[in-house]
């Protein structure tokens, strides 16, 4: 089990605790069933970065508590130095840097994204949150699959879309793909 993951599940199950908030209440605002969201709790399951953001604003916490599990404290300006900002992964497959981690009451969530390529045939499971995101491609190529339409992006290309539409990413060419991903 990933050391990361069963932190980001306690952090989660504290939350939920602190607030009293019923288990199963969480597991609807996220679209999972509770079985899964107790697999989340306790470090079994990845909860995404998507889903923790989703629980982040609707409970009013910032979602660098969750991932992190540090306030941010700055509100003029926050500084990310390169390779410093805060990480997190997904089950080895996603890699996500926060470049805004420390700033308070921001509006946006800048990453920079790491995405491994997989077997053809294979895809990363399709996933949804509120809000819109804009991707830019800095290194690599990309196949990014919302709802059932495929594109293909190349490094220089960007794209801006709705992210309460399923979609799922997958780096091409058997070599990582880096990217900018930016979610309001």
């Known amino acids: ?3 990361g ?3 980001i599940g306690e952090r989660l199950k504290g939350l939920r605790e602190v607030l009293e908030i019923p288990a199963e ?3 609807n605002l996220i679209g999972v069933t509770l079985e899964h969201y107790e697999k989340m709790e306790s470090g079994e399951a990845d909860p995404s970065v998507y889903r923790l953001s989703k ?4 409970y009013g916490i910032a979602l660098d508590v969750l991932l992190f599990g540090e306030e941010p404290r700055m509100s003029s300006y926050f500084l990310t130095r390169a390779g410093k900002g805060l990480k997190v992964e997904r089950n080895g497959n996603y890699k996500y840097q926060s470049l805004a981690s420390g700033f308070r009451g921001r509006k946006i969530d800048p990453f920079l994204t790491k995405v491994d390529p997989l077997p053809d045939g ?3 499971s399709k996933n949804s949150h509120d809000g819109q995101e804009f991707d830019y491609i800095l290194d ?3 196949e990014l699959t919302i709802g059932n339409k495929v594109l ?3 490094t220089g290309d960007s794209i801006y879309f709705d992210a309460s539409q399923p979609h ?5 060419d058997d070599k990582q793909c880096t990217f900018l991903v930016i979610v309001l």
């Open 152 to 154: 293909i992006l190349e």
């Open 5 to 7: 993951i069963k932190q």
């Open 25 to 27: 209440e969480v597991a």
């Open 1 to 3: 089990m990933d050391e």
């Open 140 to 142: 690599g190529r990309l």
């Open 122 to 124: 294979k895809n990363h």
């Open 168 to 172: 799922a990413m997958r780096a091409l």
């Open 55 to 58: 629980i982040a604003k609707r």
